[in-house]
């Protein structure tokens, strides 16, 4: 993996995903019909993919030299559901303005 940015930009998502299903479905799961083994399981994914992400901010500071205001912002964008999703196209502006490894 040479170039974190996209990575970081899939993880985003992945991640959001993973977090809308654990609060829309693996939650309801739990304290509505008392299921607690998809709370379990999607928290578990969850829980990586978040570590995941965050390892990839590491990366897009350290290797593509990203601003820390940037990565905040992609972070606490990561903490609320649905604003990875509005986040995403600037993502993808920011990724194409950053010059190419090299």
Same mark, same amino acid.
């Given at each position: 993996?040479?170039?974190?940015?996209?990575?970081?930009?899939?993880?985003?998502?992945?991640?959001?995903?993973?977090?809308?299903?654990?609060?829309?479905?693996?939650?309801?799961?739990?304290?509505?019909?008392?299921?607690?083994?998809?709370?379990? /399981?999607?928290?578990?994914?969850?829980?990586?993919?978040?570590?995941?992400?965050?390892?990839?901010?590491?990366?897009?500071?350290?290797?593509?030299?990203?601003? /820390?205001?940037?990565?905040?912002?992609?972070?606490?964008?990561?903490?609320?559901?649905?604003?990875?999703?509005?986040?995403?196209?600037?993502?993808?502006?920011?990724?194409?303005?950053?010059?190419?490894?090299?």
């Amino acid at each position: 993996m040479d170039d974190p940015l996209p990575w970081l930009r899939r993880a985003s998502l992945i991640e959001a995903v993973s977090y809308l299903v654990l609060l829309g479905i693996a939650m309801p799961l739990k304290y509505v019909w008392g299921e607690p083994l998809a709370v379990r /399981v999607f928290g578990m994914v969850h829980g990586v993919l978040f570590l995941v992400l965050v390892w990839l901010l590491v990366k897009a500071y350290f290797d593509r030299g990203w601003p /820390v205001r940037r990565l905040l912002l992609v972070f606490v964008a990561s903490l609320v559901p649905i604003w990875p999703f509005l986040l995403d196209r600037h993502v993808r502006q920011w990724i194409a303005a950053t010059p190419a490894a090299g």
